[in-house]
């Protein structure tokens, strides 16, 4: 009767409850005789000590009883721990339809007559227990898979995608009870030069290490932090650690709601992070860059919270290499956020999104319209209009500020031909360049390729740019501004007073034009007028140089008037108009024109 | 009632499971046991008190049965059908039990005495 997996499987146990000793002896010796290892209970209490004691693999329970019927015992037997899944037989009586069903209802898992041939019997019990064990070998292969798919063999700590899923029901458990969850995203200082000069082994024992020091990290003083609403459902909130990736970890940390928090945690991983490792005789320190976003202040789910800490992880990473890495609070968002408005930034390059809104720069003298600025507007399809300040600098690091450049560059000239040939107006359109665009040379070739394709004159284009463009790329702005001026395309230098504002700079970059920052402006014409000296200077030097100047900001009349007494040739400002659609401006123009006719300062 | 005092199947059966001695053992059990379980019927009929009766009847039956008490265990399925059904102790058939419970009895004496010899 030996089968071949008797060797590999321990023999089953089965469990005989029956108030009849004969039929224990009988069944019992048939069981045995079938390889069962036995015990057996005379009655319902008995069969359940017997089982708390020592659970079996199957139970044979009779029916009538004295005490607790089978019925009863059934039921008790299966509010026991361990005893939710073991088969349990039931000796009804066949003709009886009433006790098999109620067997069932009982929760028994299969039924037989008294009086069988307890050899038959001893067999179904055997099947019994064989497809219970199949079953079990089924869901334990299950739970492995599940355990491959979630956990990481070499630290037994949850994967990313655990990480994932446990973030998921940590922010809908934060949402409802607006509590806060952070996250944690480390990584280990040269860790690859570790399993370089050490191998993987010495790689392995140093992840084995970290992992167990990163769980010794989450403790109860982290838990003080919770609301008492948190307190109350603390079989929900759990700390949890996991390894991420090759020499990365998370940390999920429920119930931390603020950056401060967070950073407590963070210094303390670091701290920890820091003891020394001696892994055999050799020595490793050990330290670690770290990441952190807190939900609901820079992420509003699990993946954004995830991506947000990597972000931050790899800028701190970035800002200091080796070392101990301080955690940086709320790059995390500041990161992410702007990775998403230069993904958006593409798709608005490539859908054409951008408009531009002009400014007009007015004559002092005669409060003609002499030029207008374009200026770079982004109408988001969902956020409605970007501020320039949000998107520009990104713009600008990402380097897609050359191909959004390029574009202004060409409907400033297309918009300047337009006028042009409308005849009423012959405006200089004046384009801000970045400090980017000169960088690869070709900006001058695109200003050509720009004039020449709209068909206008050279001079019927000025390029702004910055002191701090003029600083970063000198050599460059340099060139292309004595390039630009042999074209006949006037420059002028933008936010004047702002940078260094060197007079020797001026005599290197040949600019025609000053344009004096708003901040300068602001006050000029207060009491306590503490910039008006610096902006007198600035119009004496420029005319000094034979460079025209342009007040930036102006917004009343009293620094209009100053302006006009210290003899600065154009004023741009709200107080005249503000940046326009083309069509809005044009019917600006038309209201300007004629109520300047009416204030007698029209003719010109 | 055409039925075997002992169903010998069983008695085989339980040979087949190569323990000599178990048939002694299960005998020597079953008429230690089996007494009382008669007292209380027939403690039950005498003073028409139904206590105990049904289960005495249910755990002689079982009893019998797993040792080929044909019919003894036919007639005790009987009584304890119309015990169940009619609730009282007045059943005819209840009468003829000790009759048929001495008859089992000996029978198995003889079964052991034959697989001794």
Known sequence: MTTPDRSVEPAPTVLIVDDDPGARLLLGTALEMSGFQVTSAADGAAALASFRAQPVDCIILDVVMPGMNGFETCTALRALPHCHHVPILMQTSLEDMESVNRAYTAGATDFSSKGINPMLLAQRVKFLVRTKRTQDQLVASEARVRYLAYYDPLTALPNRQALKQLLVDQVEWAMLRQSGVATLMLDIDNFSRINDTQGPAAGDAVLKEVANRLQHCLRDCDRSQFDAGAKATAGVIKDCVARTGGDEFGLVLPGVSTAEAADSVARRVQLTLARPLIIGDQEYPLSAAIGISVFPLDAADAEALINNADAAMHHAKKAHVGGMEFFKKSISARAAKRMSLESQLRKAVERQEFVLHYQPRLSLDTLQVEAVEALLRWPHPQRGLVPPDEFIPIAEQSGLIVEIGDWVLREACSQAKRWHDLDTSSWQVAVNVSGVQFRDGSLVRRVEDAIASAGIHPGGIELEFTEGALIEYSSAVSKAVTSLKELGVATALDDFGTGYSSMSYLRHFPVDTLKIDRLFVRDIASRNAGNAPLVDAIIAMAKSLGLATVAEGVETDAQWQYLRDRDADQVQGYLFCKPLSIIDLERWHTDWLLSNQDRGVGAA | ?117
């Open chain 2, 1 to 117: 009632m055409g039925m075997a005092v002992i169903d010998t199947e069983v008695l085989r059966n339980i040979a087949a499971l190569g323990r000599p001695a178990l048939l002694g053992s299960l005998v020597d059990l079953y008429l230690e046991h089996s007494r009382p379980l008669l007292a209380t019927i027939e403690s039950a009929v005498q003073g028409r008190e139904p206590i105990g009766l049904a289960e005495a009847l249910h755990t002689l039956k079982s009893s019998s049965a797993n040792l080929g008490g044909a019919r003894l265990t036919e007639l005790l399925r009987e009584c304890e059908a119309l015990v169940q059904e009619r609730g009282a102790v007045v059943v005819p058939q209840l009468a003829r039990l000790p009759a048929a419970y001495h008859e089992f009895c000996e029978a198995l004496i003889r079964e052991r005495s034959a697989l001794a010899a």
